[in-house]
């Protein structure tokens, strides 16, 4: 069946660094989602992205979905404390018509002040 | 709009006894999907919903698992008997369907069972 390979499993960085992950898969996906998972609570869509190429920015947060329609990155500028968080790529392939979403299996963000 | 509304937020069972999670999605939505988390396999998609059918239920992970969807605007997974193996939080989420704009799912705050 088709899979999400995210990348990295988990980081540490310090108050002010940029982040990067990213996620890649041998299918195509129609759809690309960044979710960002707070203790305790669900999923929150961050970013969506629709075509290939596509870069979008939502403040600190920039993604874009790849070229071939395999593989997509998250990048946080500036890190903050209430950046930390575990962070899923999720792939929508559309063909289904009815929303079924893929995700990767988390990028885990500690923060250091 | 409230958003995805799941009940109970935390359930404590003892093993063999019946659990049943409920979950009310966003008005509007027509497509539910019921997910599995745990630290070992992470976010699993156990079955979803299209306007009020089930489509894809292959995640289900044994017999022991059910999930219907009465109406437009209520769940339920239902877990008969339950086992310790199943613990994790258990998230409904719910899409407006369809190609491209509306695969976006927004997840409910989750049940976190634990059998004991």
């Known amino acids: 069946g088709q899979q999400l390979n995210q990348s990295p499993q988990s980081m540490f960085i310090q108050e002010g660094e940029d982040v990067s992950m990213n996620c890649t898969s041998s299918s195509i996906f129609n759809t690309w989602l960044w979710y960002k998972q707070d203790p305790g609570e669900g999923p929150v869509l961050l970013i969506a992205l629709y075509k290939a190429g596509e870069l979008t920015s939502n403040g600190r947060l920039t993604a874009q979905f790849g070229i071939t329609r395999k593989d997509s990155f998250l990048n946080i500028s500036a890190s903050i404390p209430s950046d930390v968080g575990i962070y899923f790529c999720a792939g929508g392939d559309g063909s289904s018509n009815t929303g079924k979403l893929i995700f990767g299996q988390g990028t885990t963000l500690q923060v250091k002040p | 709009d409230a958003g995805v509304i799941q009940s109970p937020r935390h359930e404590v069972t003892e093993m063999g006894q019946e659990v049943t999670l409920r979950c009310k999605p966003i008005?509007?939505?027509?497509?539910l999907f019921w997910y599995r988390q745990t630290m070992m396999r992470g976010l699993e998609l156990l079955i979803y919903?299209?306007?009020?059918?089930?489509?894809?239920d292959s995640g289900m992970p044994e017999d022991r698992f059910s999930a219907k969807m009465p109406n437009a605007s209520f769940s339920t997974l239902k877990i008969q008997p339950s086992e310790p193996r199943d613990s994790a939080v258990y998230f409904c989420?719910?899409?407006?369907?369809?190609?491209?704009?509306?695969?976006?799912?927004?997840f409910g705050q989750g049940t976190r069972l634990t059998v004991v």
């Open positions: 919903f299209n306007n009020n059918v089930p489509i894809d």
């Open positions: 989420a719910s899409s407006a369907g369809g190609v491209d704009m509306n695969t976006e799912a927004f």
């Open positions: 008005s509007g939505h027509n497509s």
